[in-house]
């Protein structure tokens, strides 16, 4: 939940230094929405209206945490800025530097794995504001001289030699200790490590290396870096003592930032290197879990076969098949993901090969699938057009027979949708914008709500299922304990059918008179039933790894299930017989398997954390609120001093601003441009809090020019010239966000006017396309943009399905010696390649440009390989079509790890023509002609997808063969495609 990304945001901000041009847009809230402000001795929280009440209970929370979740890193952080967001229904939160502030997203997630029994805001709470606390930690050694004099900016160098794992794995342990929930504690979390590690002890499977474990693969299933990051801080805290890493950091930031640093200090404080620390820790928990495995008693179930990719290698790509809802007594519905796969509808049938039902769009995976024998419905996340921050969860329902979509909500808030046995209603959980959870029940064909059942204590519900037309159960979550409740939806009387527990319950499915549910009570996650006469408590799956998200039979023979391995998710059944099921008769507790062992009790600040998030001891001071304001608060330097170019061919010095709010944008400086020994000051606003962003720049300046001019090219007529120019640049743009299906939709409008003036310039020529002595250029342009591209999985190189479209107009329109005029469109057409990964791309593009004294750059694309030569008109086409080669692990040694070897063929072609005028040998016009030009290229590329000096962030680059068929000449070109944001 952390949005370090150290390197893109110095990469973003020197290229904006740089070039002075337009800043990126960013996601705002609706202008209507006002804000206000409450200011406690360490955080200053900021809050939608309405979001009072909960406002002050999360200032009293981070209040209370601030001792606690500092102690062990021995850092107490400087005043922060929170803010509560609570126009998304997208769970998350994130600290950063640019600038500096904390952000939670005020809406609890479905996912139990995610949740456990914590309330969400006091998750955000003890996680993200131990980044806070990571981050001031660098305001020491050259990490404090960096600050002063660059700003948060220069937080950035010390911060970027702490791999990304420590800062999650760190905040994991601190959610996990200071509380009696968090990930630590949740077996889903490590299935990932567990299942590689269980089998790489099968001689034919190789462990992971440290490479691989940071970098990832495209084939294989690698942990994040939550993961890995919790295993190594907590490994180290349990060996060489509780504040281990502060002693190690305070060495890391007073070393010189040499690559590898922070390895060199872990070494000096304990002996190991990364590479020693990984191994180390991944014996330890291996010895752990093949312990567990040895006392397991297997409850045996059948697989339904699937078509995954590569299924039959001996290295299956990683793929999921997850969420059972039985169609027939031999059919299941499925989700399938995964590296190779979007998320899709699929079903699964033991005789059959499985069958492609429906592929989703962009899913708010509440962590299950409601389906009955003809239907189908999921939440799909909706987005307002302009405001990025809005994002609405939408119900979607699929009419099996038919294929035939519903979208039956448009701009609503449900987190989790179940159909009832006879398809006519809905129930559904609501996260209202106030931090309130409805349970509401709908009409299945308009979406109308039917009922709301009361839930005056704001109880948390999770996972709703009909056990028939009228009743309901759902897991509730209040105050850190969990149980299953059975709901009547007419008269909305609530019974719990288990005792309240710390016990991370989730999926109930009610059968007779039982109600199956997932439980980690055993330290791994199973399917437990319940009783509803007597409430005894059974377990009923006994898995070597997870058994979750039961699903009954329509004869209620059959018990349908998500198994686990390394290879994903998989669907197996089993007989459902009570009769096999083993009686529970010990209380919920906690498990002896949990990683973190003694470090609860030695973890400094642990206790008073686990205090300070008991709502009966936390504290009830009230803060007094104040209007937050866009205007009053545009200003927020966050950096400033030198920043070079990501070129290295600029030097900027500025100062760099941005509001709390997101709205308004200012970046003000000098740069100078070494090629050109030139510089200029220069100044950028971009305001969005309205519906179109408002752009306006300024730039001051020299730059130079240089001709031959007598036209003809002997050393002696080669002229150089400096002059001066100012530059004015004011205008919007429109973007829209136009998602809603699997394909990613996107619109855009803008509209600049553009004031150049030049003075001082003395050649007796100019080019074309500069001001020159004309003096000055009054220019206008207008720009249109849209693409609607197919959702890409990880393996895909390229969208398999999509349509991009631009059309721009520049035009002079007030005059003056400088005159012009040019449009152009350009359209690219995305279609599937030979191969599930390969695509085609078909480009055009049509350009005009009239003449005049002034010259536009070009709109449309050129030949790779071949310069631009202006033309009246040009028709451009491309093809080209890109594939994987292979997907590798190659280490080298620490420097380098290649996940990846991609290529692609292309054939460009342009064709131009100008009116051109003939004269005589006076100078009079004798007529036109018309000059042609033809240029064709074609070639090959060759990239490389690789990690360097133990980095998370991929880049991509490698080479460019190009063959001019115009002049039969080959040419070899460095190739960099993505620096990995």
């Not at 530097?97 to 609890?108: D, G, I, Q, T, Y």
């Not at 504040?243 to 305070?250: G, H, I, P, Q």
């Not at 005894?536 to 979750?548: C, E, G, K, M, N």
């Not at 086409?877 to 080298?892: C, E, K, M, N």
Request: aromatic share 12%.
């Amino acid at each position: 939940m952390l949005h370090r990304h150290v390197l893109r945001a110095l990469l973003l901000l020197a290229g904006h230094l740089a070039t002075a041009q337009t800043l990126p847009i960013l996601s705002q809230n609706p202008t209507s929405l006002h804000w206000h402000r409450l200011s406690t001795p360490h955080f200053r929280v900021i809050y939608p209206t309405g979001f009072d009440s909960t406002a002050q209970r999360t200032a009293n929370r981070l209040e209370s945490l601030y001792e606690p979740a500092s102690a062990s890193l021995q850092k107490q952080p400087r005043r922060i800025s929170v803010l509560l967001q609570n126009q998304t229904t997208n769970s998350n939160g994130f600290v950063t530097l640019f600038p500096r502030r904390s952000e939670f997203f005020a809406v609890a997630p479905q996912d139990p794995a995610l949740l456990g029994t914590f309330d969400w805001l006091d998750l955000l709470a003890v996680h993200e504001y131990r980044h806070v606390v990571q981050n001031d930690k660098a305001l020491q050694g050259y990490g404090r001289v960096l600050y002063t004099f660059l700003g948060n900016t220069g937080l950035g160098l010390p911060l970027f030699t702490v791999p990304d794992w420590f800062a999650e794995g760190d905040a994991v342990s601190n959610e996990t200790l200071l509380s009696t929930s968090g990930r630590g504690r949740i077996p889903n979390f490590d299935l990932g490590m567990r299942a590689n590690l269980l089998a790489s002890l099968d001689s034919r499977k190789k462990r992971f290396d440290y490479q691989k474990a940071v970098s990832g693969s495209y084939r294989d299933n690698v942990p994040n870096h939550y993961v890995l990051g919790y295993f190594l801080t907590t490994y180290l805290k349990r060996t060489y003592g509780p504040d281990v890493w502060s002693r190690v950091l305070n060495r890391n930031y007073r070393r010189f930032p040499w690559p590898f640093a922070f390895s060199a200090s872990i070494k000096d404080e304990t002996k190991l290197r990364t590479e020693d620390l990984y191994q180390k820790t991944m014996d330890d928990i291996t010895e752990t879990w093949k312990k567990e495995q040895a006392g397991l008693t297997i409850t045996p179930a059948a697989t339904f076969p699937v078509d995954a990719e590569k299924q039959a290698s001996k290295r299956p790509v990683f793929t999921n098949y997850q969420h059972p809802q039985f169609l027939t007594d031999s059919t299941v519905l499925s989700v399938k993901s995964g590296l190779g796969d979007t998320p899709r509808l699929v079903i699964l049938d033991k005789q059959r090969q499985e069958k492609k039902v429906f592929v989703q769009g962009f899913p708010n995976d509440p962590d299950m699938l409601s389906a009955s024998s003809t239907k189908a419905c999921w939440i799909e996340f909706g987005y307002d057009p302009r405001w990025g921050q809005r994002i609405y969860s939408n119900i979607r329902i699929l009419d099996l027979e038919t294929g035939k979509l519903t979208r039956l909500t448009h701009r609503a808030r449900y987190t989790v949708a179940a159909l009832s046995p006879d398809n006519s209603r809905l129930v559904v959980v609501e996260n209202t914008d106030r931090y309130t959870i409805r349970l509401l029940v709908l009409d299945a064909k308009t979406g109308k709500i039917q009922n709301a059942i009361p839930n005056p204590d704001n109880e948390f519900y999770l996972h709703p299922r009909w056990k028939d037309n009228q009743t309901i159960v759902a897991v509730a979550l209040k105050n850190g304990q969990k149980t299953i409740q059975r709901i009547d939806s007419k008269s909305g009387s609530r019974t719990d059918l288990l005792p309240r527990a710390n016990e991370n319950i989730s999926h109930p499915q009610p059968w007779g008179n039982y109600v199956l549910y997932n439980s980690p009570r055993s330290g791994i996650d199973n399917i437990y039933a319940v009783d509803t006469r007597s409430s005894q408590v059974f377990q009923v799956t006994s898995r070597p790894l997870a058994a979750y998200h039961a699903a009954v039979s329509p004869s209620g023979s059959r018990l349908a299930f998500e198994d686990f391995s390394a290879t994903g998710y998989r669907i197996d059944d089993m007989p459902l017989d009570p009769a096999n099921w083993k009686p529970v008769t010990e209380p919920v507790k906690e498990q002896a398997v949990r990683y973190f062992g003694p470090l609860v009790k030695l973890e400094p600040g642990a206790a008073q954390g686990r205090l300070a998030l008991k709502d009966s001891v936390s504290s009830t001071a009230a803060y007094a609120p104040a209007r937050f304001r866009r205007i009053a608060n545009a200003l927020n330097i966050y950096s400033w001093g030198p920043v070079f170019s990501s070129t290295g061919q600029a030097l900027a010095v500025g100062l760099s601003s941005q509001d709390l709010l997101s709205t308004t944008q200012i970046s003000v400086g000098y740069n100078y441009n070494q090629a050109e020994r030139a510089g200029n000051a220069f100044a950028l606003l971009s305001y969005q809090g309205l519906y179109p962003i408002i752009d306006v720049s300024f730039q001051r300046g020299s730059r130079s020019t240089s001709l031959y001019i007598d036209r003809v090219a002997p050393a002696d007529s080669f002229r150089t010239d400096r002059w001066q120019y100012n530059q004015l640049t004011a205008g919007f743009r429109l973007p829209f966000q136009m998602t809603n299906s699997k394909y990613s939709q996107n619109l855009s409008l803008s509209a600049y006017y553009n004031y150049l003036h030049v003075t001082g310039y003395d050649l007796p020529y100019r080019y074309i396309t500069e001001v020159g002595s004309a003096g000055s250029l009054n220019a206008l342009t207008y720009g249109f943009s849209y693409s609607r591209l197919l959702r890409q999985s990880k393996r895909d190189v390229a969208p398999r399905w999509g349509q991009t479209l631009s059309a721009n107009y520049r035009t002079t329109p007030f005059g003056g010696q400088l005159t012009g005029e040019q449009w152009g469109v350009q359209a690219n057409l995305f279609l599937p390649g030979l191969a599930k990964h390969h695509s085609l791309r078909l480009r055009a593009g049509y350009q005009e440009q009239a003449r005049g004294t002034y010259q536009f750059s070009s709109i449309v694309f050129f030949p790779r390989g071949q310069l631009y030569v202006s033309d009246d008109r040009i028709r451009s086409g491309s093809v080209d079509y890109r594939l994987p080669i292979a997907d590798t692990h190659w280490s080298l040694g620490r420097w380098l790890y290649v996940q990846r070897i991609k290529a692609g063929g292309f054939y460009d072609a342009t064709n131009g023509q100008s009116l051109i005028e003939l004269r005589d040998t006076n100078g009079r016009l004798r007529g036109y002609d018309t000059q042609r030009h033809t240029f064709q290229t074609t070639g090959l590329d060759v990239s490389f997808v690789f990690n360097t000096l133990r980095l998370r962030t991929p880049f991509e680059a490698g080479f460019r063969t190009i063959y001019n068929v115009t002049t039969g000449q080959w040419l070899v070109q460095p190739l960099v495609l993505d620096i990995g944001f």
